[in-house]
Structure formats: structure tokens, C-alpha cells
């Protein structure tokens, strides 16, 4: 079980997955398994058995990711742009 729940640490197991011109990670400690950023883009995200959101590496556009990962109620997934390594989202 997650030891840090409410709290600012973050997940050892938080992965960060490049997909195109950028990187994504779900902070798995703020995912709460809405299950909006699935609904947005399935093949990039996926709920598993703890009912949170694990990225995949499957084909799907920048800007429908990022749509992905704006839906998300609790701002837990960040994109980060390979290029210039700025954070995209949450802004
Ligand atoms: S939308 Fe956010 S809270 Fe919901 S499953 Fe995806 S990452 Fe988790």
C-alpha cells in the first residue's frame, strides 16, 4: 500500500514515459483513478489493480495526450517538453 497517501511525496514507482515530443509521468499519490485521462487517450493510459493510471507507451498525438492530462481532476499527470524541458502541463 501507498505509505505517503496525502502526502507531497512522491510514488517511487512514478515513471516517467516519453511519447513523441514529450514526457509523461502520473504522480501516482495525487492519481485518485478518475479514469478521465483513459476515457481521453486509452491507448496511452490504463487503471491497474491499485486503480490508478499507468502510462503506456502506445501511439496516440502530443496534443491528445496533453488533452489526456488536462482532464485530469487532480493535475496528476505532467507533461514535460523534450525539447525545451520545460513543464507543459500543469502549467
Ligand atoms: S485522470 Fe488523473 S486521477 Fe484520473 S486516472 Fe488519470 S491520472 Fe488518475
Known sequence: MDQHVGGQV???QD???TIGKY???VVR???IGAASC???SPTTFQIDGEKK???QNGADTPE???MAAQSCPTKAVIVTDTETGK???PE
Request: aromatic letters at 4%.
Open 15 to 17: 515513471k516517467e514515459v
Open 38 to 40: 483513459v476515457a481521453v
Open 23 to 25: 514526457k509523461v509521468k
Open 87 to 89: 513543464q507543459v502541463w
Open 53 to 55: 493510471a499507468v502510462i
Open 10 to 12: 512522491q510514488d517511487s
Open 64 to 66: 491528445n495526450i496533453l
Open 29 to 31: 499519490s495525487l492519481c
